[in-house]
């Protein structure tokens, strides 16, 4: 267990603390930082979820255009260019 909460710690804060510094520091502190992480990522998930919506939406749009380009490349539409006098 204590061995998992330094990963998670070192891990999560992206390179914050090494595994030195937080074998070393007093438990409580340890507990804490690793709270304090949990805490963070659990409220960034959500915001996490509306990118992938947007994301998503995104998609969504560019197939649409791709089938209107496609019906458009599929259509007998022409046009003749007037050469200038």
């Known amino acids: 267990m204590v061995f998992e909460e330094i ?10 603390y090494s595994f030195n ?5 007093p438990i409580y502190i340890r ?3 690793r709270s304090e992480l949990i ?4 409220k ?3 915001s996490e979820s ?4 947007e994301t998503t939406k995104i998609d969504e749009i560019k197939n649409i255009s791709s089938v209107y380009k496609s ?3 599929d259509s007998s539409f022409s046009y003749q260019v007037k050469k200038p006098q």
Do not use: M, Q, T, W
């Open 7 to 16: 990963h998670e710690i070192c891990f999560f804060s992206n390179g914050a």
């Open 21 to 25: 510094e937080i074998y070393n520091i």
């Open 31 to 33: 507990k804490f930082l």
């Open 39 to 42: 805490d963070y990522y659990n």
């Open 44 to 46: 960034k998930k959500p």
């Open 50 to 53: 509306n990118v992938i919506d």
């Open 71 to 73: 019906k458009i490349a």
